[in-house]
Structure formats: structure tokens, C-alpha cells
């Protein structure tokens, strides 16, 4: 979803869902759960409700996360994140 909400169009989309259609991770109970166990552990800051679930689904799914934007995603290594 974050990144359908950026400035993308429709044949992007389309591009990035063919190369990652096998990889993309359901967020269910268990990661919503562990959502709001960190956003309430790096200062319950509401920019960072997507980021939370994020995080959330790659530790679930014991999965390092590929960002540009290591800043933000750094709160959660404390807490079981591994960022590639």
C-alpha cells in the first residue's frame, strides 16, 4: 500500500507486482498485534503507523528489509528488525 500511495502510475504498478507478486507478506492478527507492540515501544508517533506494520510483517516473516529510508525503519532494530 505505502508504495501504491506514492507518485507511481499504473504501469509501474503493474511492473513492480509481476516481479513481487510471490514475496508479498499478508498482514494478519499476529503482525498487527506486534504493530502496536512497537508503536507503543518507539514513542506511539502516528507518521510511523505504516512503518510499524512494515516492520512488523518482515519480523514476522523472518525477513531482512530493503529500504532507502533507513533513518525511520532504525527504531525498530532494537527490537527483532533486520534491515539488508
Do not use: W
Request: net charge positive.
Amino acid at each position: 500500500m505505502e508504495f501504491m500511495t506514492g507518485p507511481v502510475g499504473p504501469e509501474l504498478v503493474k511492473s513492480v507486482r509481476q516481479i513481487h507478486e510471490d514475496r508479498i507478506v499478508p498482514i494478519g492478527r499476529e503482525e498487527a498485534e506486534l504493530a502496536a507492540g512497537l508503536f507503543n515501544a518507539v514513542g506511539r508517533k502516528r507518521t510511523l503507523r505504516y512503518d510499524c506494520l512494515i516492520a512488523a510483517t518482515a519480523i514476522r516473516a523472518g525477513s531482512r528489509l530493503a529500504t532507502a529510508n533507513r533513518s525511520d525503519f532504525s527504531l525498530f532494530v532494537p527490537h527483532s528488525l533486520v534491515l539488508a
